[in-house]
């Protein structure tokens, strides 16, 4: 079987219209977020390790105190970096989400007056409409919630072996 990359574009065009505007700004959200967290990840493999040597060289070097304390005090900042933004746009998603909720429920109640109860597909599509995006928040929270409960406990683990660092 082959991939065809219209049938998927197809797929994700009718997701985006099924779900609304509110689609749209979760997906904007994700990429932010998404955009930070593997700057996070690569942070952790590429740019510590070298920031966190350069440290225990100038400490093995007897380099002056304030010196060592000016690096630490980076290094704990970059440790830092960015993840309070994290931790606000993953609290965000699901709200993102309800708002699309709220959109379709509307778009439901509007069926609903002009059309009265006799039409179900109609009121099927709203409702589609009103839980695609709760459910896309959902999942856009989770995922980042995990990838940002990891990267916070490495962060805190660097950050004590930093803090003892500073003191020898």
Do not use: H
């Amino acid at each position: 079987m082959q991939f065809d990359p219209s049938i998927w574009l197809t797929s994700l065009e009718q997701f985006f219209k099924s779900g609304g505007w509110v689609l749209f700004l979760l997906a904007w959200t994700a990429l932010v977020m998404w955009s930070l967290l593997l700057e996070r990840c690569w942070f952790r493999l590429r740019a510590f390790p070298a920031q966190k040597r350069a440290c225990i060289e100038l400490s093995k070097a007897g380099s002056p105190s304030s010196v060592r304390i000016t690096e630490t005090g980076n290094l704990q900042r970059a440790l830092q970096e960015s993840l309070p933004l994290v931790k606000t746009l993953i609290a965000i998603c699901p709200l993102i989400g309800l708002l699309g909720t709220v959109t379709g429920m509307i778009q439901v109640f509007d069926i609903l007056a002009f059309n009265g109860t006799s039409n179900p597909r109609l009121m099927s599509a709203g409702v589609a409409k009103a839980t695609i995006p709760t459910m896309a928040g959902m999942v856009l929270a989770v995922s980042g919630l995990l990838m940002y409960t990891w990267l916070q406990r490495w962060s805190q683990l660097q950050l004590v072996s930093v803090q003892a660092l500073s003191k020898s």
